[in-house]
């Protein structure tokens, strides 16, 4: 059933980390950069890299198995072209960060 879902709380997650949660056989990858938490798919439509175990510079991640990078908020690659990874909306409620599931 669609609605948010607590996936972390901000002590998990503080400025600068990530995190991988599972939550209904779906895998997310949690940022949070400079305060703002995002959720992407965490699974790399490359190969299957584990996008929240990437190297985070500004809001771009590197995927840490061949480099393929991807804007945080917005999933966008970023070579451009049509290539968006999904991307969850993100509700912060006291000390929970909730996201949208399907
Ligand atoms: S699996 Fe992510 S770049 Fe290859």
Same mark, same amino acid.
């Given at each position: 059933?669609?609605?948010?879902? !607590?996936?972390? *709380?901000?002590?998990?997650?503080?400025?600068?980390? *990530?995190?991988?949660?599972?939550?209904?056989?779906?895998?997310?990858?949690?940022? $949070?950069?400079?305060?703002?938490?995002?959720?992407?798919?965490?699974?790399?439509?490359?190969?299957?890299?584990?996008?929240?175990?990437?190297?985070?510079?500004?809001?771009?991640?590197?995927?840490?198995?061949?480099?393929?990078?991807?804007?945080?908020?917005?999933?966008? $690659? +970023?070579?451009?072209?049509?290539?968006?990874?999904?991307? +969850?909306?993100? !509700?912060?409620?006291?000390?929970?960060?909730?996201?949208?599931?399907?």
């Amino acid at each position: 059933m669609p609605g948010f879902v !607590k996936l972390a *709380t901000l002590g998990e997650l503080p400025p600068g980390g *990530t995190k991988e949660v599972e939550h209904d056989g779906r895998i997310y990858a949690l940022f $949070n950069v400079d305060g703002q938490i995002s959720a992407l798919d965490g699974i790399c439509p490359h190969q299957g890299g584990p996008l929240a175990e990437g190297q985070v510079e500004g809001t771009t991640v590197t995927c840490p198995w061949h480099g393929w990078q991807f804007d945080v908020r917005t999933g966008q $690659n +970023s070579l451009g072209g049509r290539l968006r990874q999904p991307v +969850s909306e993100v !509700k912060v409620e006291g000390q929970d960060v909730l996201v949208a599931v399907p």
